[in-house]
C-alpha cells in the first residue's frame, strides 16, 4: 500500500486543474487532457486504487509515466488503535518538510455505529487556540495540513475499513452493517479549520464531488471555536454543515475556556451564524457545549443557553468532559448533564448527549493530540543552510 515513505510528491488532492496540468508537463495533448483527468480522477476517487498498474484505462506508457514522478500515497500509519466500543484512532505520519526528516505527525478517529460511521479529521499540526479543556490545545501549532494530507486521512481511512468497491477490511470487528463504512465527515480532529481556510475548503471540494469520494455536503460538517469572519465565508464557498464549539454562556467564563473569545465575544459570534447561508431548520447549526463540572453546568446556564439560541435552527450536543492527563476539570455529574438537557430539550431543541466513544484509546472528544513539536524558525534555517 502507498504510505508516506514514498519520497515522490502525491497526486492525492489535487485538483482537477493540477492534475490537468500533470499530464500537460507529459506531454498528453490538450484536447485529450480532460478525459484523462477524468479517468484518473475516477480510479483514484471512486476506485481507491493504490498503483497506477490498477488504472488499465491509461497507456501502458503513461502508467510508467505517471509512475515514475508521481505516487498515490497516503499518511503512513504509525500506529492503529481499537477501543472496545470499536472506535479506531490512527496516529499517522506525513510526508516531511525536508529530505531526511521525520514527518509531522497527526491522529484520525473512526468512528462506527449501527448503519453508519463518522471519520474525524484533523486540519493542522497541532492547534493555536490554547482552550484548557482540550488536549489538543495544550499541543503547540506546528503547521498547516496542506490538501494533499487532508483527504489523504479519508483515503487512509476508506483502506483500512475496506471502504471501496470489492474491497474488504483486514479486520472487519464492529464495522457498520452497510455498504459504506464512512458515512460522514468532521472536521472536528486537530486544529481549528477556519484558520486553514483554503487547504480544508479544496479538500472538502473533493470529498464533496459527485463523481470521486461522494460525500454529500450535508454529511461534511466543519466544526469552529468561533473564527467569526470566516464563517460566511465558508457557508458562500464549501456550504457544508456548521458546528460551533460554544462551551459557555456568559463572555467573562467563554474568554477563559474558549480564547477566541476575547476577539470575537458571543453577540459576534452567534450574529455569524443567524447570518450563516443555506441556515434553515433541514441544515442547522450544531452547538456544541462540554459539560465541565462546577464550571458551566448549572440550569441557569441552561436556561442562557436557550436565551442565546433563539431563532438560530440549531441542535445542541452536550459532550460529557472527556478526561487526559493532567486535565484541570472535571465532568459533571450524570444527573446534572441530565438536568441541564431536560431543560435545553423543553425549549424545543434537541439536545443529544453525545455518548463518549474511545475513551480508552484516548480518541474522544478533546483528547487528542500528537508528539509532533514545531522546530524554531531559526533552526529551519540553519538546518536548509546546511549542506
Not at 38 to 57: K, S
Not at 115 to 143: D, E
Request: with cysteine.
Amino acid at each position: 500500500m502507498c504510505n508516506s515513505t514514498d519520497t515522490k510528491p502525491t497526486l492525492i488532492g489535487l485538483s482537477r486543474d493540477e492534475l490537468a496540468r500533470v499530464f500537460a508537463a507529459l506531454g498528453v495533448p490538450e484536447r485529450a487532457q480532460a478525459m484523462r483527468v477524468a479517468q484518473l480522477w475516477n480510479w483514484i476517487y471512486a476506485r481507491g486504487a493504490t498503483d497506477f498498474q490498477q488504472m488499465t484505462v491509461l497507456s501502458k506508457d503513461l502508467r510508467a509515466s505517471l509512475a515514475e514522478s508521481w505516487s498515490l500515497a497516503r499518511p503512513e500509519i504509525v500506529t492503529e488503535q481499537i477501543s472496545t466500543d470499536g472506535t479506531r484512532k490512527w496516529l499517522l505520519r506525513l510526508m516531511p518538510d525536508k529530505p531526511g526528516a521525520d514527518g509531522p505527525l497527526v491522529e484520525t478517529v473512526y468512528i462506527p455505529e449501527t448503519r453508519r460511521g463518522t471519520l474525524c479529521i484533523s486540519s493542522q499540526v497541532g492547534c493555536t487556540l490554547t482552550c484548557p479543556f482540550c488536549h489538543t490545545g495544550t499541543q503547540k501549532l506546528v503547521r498547516n495540513l496542506s490538501p494533499q494530507e487532508i483527504t489523504g486521512q479519508i483515503m487512509v481511512a476508506r483502506d483500512r475499513v475496506g471502504d471501496w468497491p470489492e474491497a474488504q477490511a483486514e479486520d472487519a470487528t464492529g464495522l457498520p452493517d452497510a455498504e459504506r463504512k464512512i458515512t460522514n465527515i468532521v472536521l472536528m480532529g486537530m486544529g481549528e479549520p477556519l484558520y486553514n481556510f483554503a487547504h480544508v475548503r479544496d479538500a472538502m471540494a473533493i470529498a464533496s464531488a459527485s463523481d470521486g469520494l461522494a460525500y454529500s455536503k450535508r454529511r461534511i460538517t466543519l466544526s469552529t471555536s468561533g473564527v467569526v469572519p470566516e464563517i460566511p465565508r465558508w457557508g458562500g464557498e464549501a456550504n457544508t454543515m456548521l458546528a460551533v464549539s460554544l462551551h459557555a454562556v456568559r463572555d467573562e467564563l467563554r474568554d477563559k475556556l474558549v480564547p477566541i473569545n476575547r476577539k470575537w465575544p458571543i453577540a459576534e459570534l452567534l450574529a455569524a451564524c443567524r447570518n450563516y447561508p443555506s441556515l434553515s431548520n433541514a441544515r442547522r447549526i450544531t452547538f456544541e457545549y462540554v459539560m465541565l463540572k462546577g464550571v458551566n453546568d448549572t440550569l441557569g446556564d441552561a436556561k442562557e443557553l436557550v436565551r442565546l439560541l433563539a431563532g438560530i435552527p440549531a441542535k445542541i450536543n452536550l459532550i460529557p468532559f472527556n478526561p487526559w492527563p493532567g486535565a484541570p476539570y472535571q465532568c459533571s455529574a450524570w444527573e446534572q448533564i441530565e438536568k441541564f438537557a431536560e431543560v435545553v430539550n423543553r425549549a424545543g431543541y434537541a439536545s443529544p448527549v453525545r455518548s463518549p466513544r474511545g475513551r480508552d484509546i484516548m480518541a474522544a472528544c478533546g483528547q487528542l493530540k500528537s508528539a509532533s513539536v514545531k522546530t524554531r524558525a531559526s533552526k529551519r534555517r540553519a538546518e536548509a543552510a546546511a549542506p
